[in-house]
Structure formats: structure tokens, C-alpha cells
Nanobody, 123 residues
Framework: QVQLVESGGGLVQAGGSLRLSCAAS????????VGWYRQAPGKQRELVAT???????NYADFVKGRFTISRDNAKNTVYLQMNSLKHEETAVYYC?????????????????WGQGNQVTVSS
């Protein structure tokens, strides 16, 4: 079942900008850290950026200074603003919402994934 809805992907020229959106239900949005991942053909999925329910952010080194992750509480939506895009950043971008819980001393993971959004950066 799809619980995260992604949008905003498409074609952009190298050096250009694009903004991705990830919408979730209120409970998922409020309780989980939301992250953006990407996977290029033949490569492993990699973390791009994350934002906690409290608004704390972190970024992969290769996007620092160029990408910005943010959230709109009223819309239950997380955004990824991507600037100065490079050709090698062509990939399918995925939204993830997840958390680690401790129930009676037992650690559990709960993850929600979007279906992916294609971003193509032309040279």
C-alpha cells in the first residue's frame, strides 16, 4: 500500500533546479523522520537528506550547499529543493518515512516508502 505520494520530478538541464514533494498522512508526517533517497541505474540507493519531526536536518556531503530539505506542517508535505543539479544526479528519487521504536525493550523499525520519482538531468 502506498502511503507516501511523491511529485515534482522531471527533466532539467545541468545547473538547473527542481523541487520534489512528498505528501503523507498526518500521523506518518508527525511521527517519523522523512528522508529523500536516490538510485541511479546499476547503483545502490543512497541517502540524500533527512528531516525529523522537529525540523532537524542533515545532508549527504555531496549535496551540501546545493539541496535543501524542508517541511510544511499544514500540508503534511516534505520538500527537497535541488539546485545546481549535475548530470550524474540523474536517478529515481524516493521519499521515506521511518522511525525506530522500543516496545518493552524490543527495538523495531517502521518504514514507509514512496514509489519513486524520476529526475533526469540533461548535459
Amino acid at each position: 500500500q502506498v502511503q507516501l505520494v511523491e511529485s515534482g520530478g522531471g527533466l532539467v538541464q545541468a545547473g538547473g533546479s527542481l523541487r520534489l514533494s512528498c505528501a503523507a498522512s498526518g500521523s506518518i508526517f508527525r511521527l517519523n523522520t522523512v528522508g529523500w533517497y536516490r538510485q541511479a541505474p546499476g547503483k545502490q540507493r543512497e541517502l540524500v537528506a533527512t528531516i525529523t519531526s522537529g525540523g532537524s536536518t542533515n545532508y549527504a556531503d555531496f549535496v551540501k550547499g546545493r539541496f535543501t530539505i524542508s517541511r510544511d506542517n499544514a500540508k503534511n508535505t516534505v520538500y527537497l529543493q535541488m539546485n545546481s543539479l549535475k548530470h550524474e544526479e540523474t536517478a529515481v528519487y524516493y521519499c521515506n518515512a521511518g522511525r525506530t521504536t522500543r516496545e518493552r525493550g524490543t527495538i523495531r523499525r517502521l518504514d514507509y516508502w514512496g514509489q519513486g520519482n524520476q529526475v533526469t538531468v540533461s548535459s
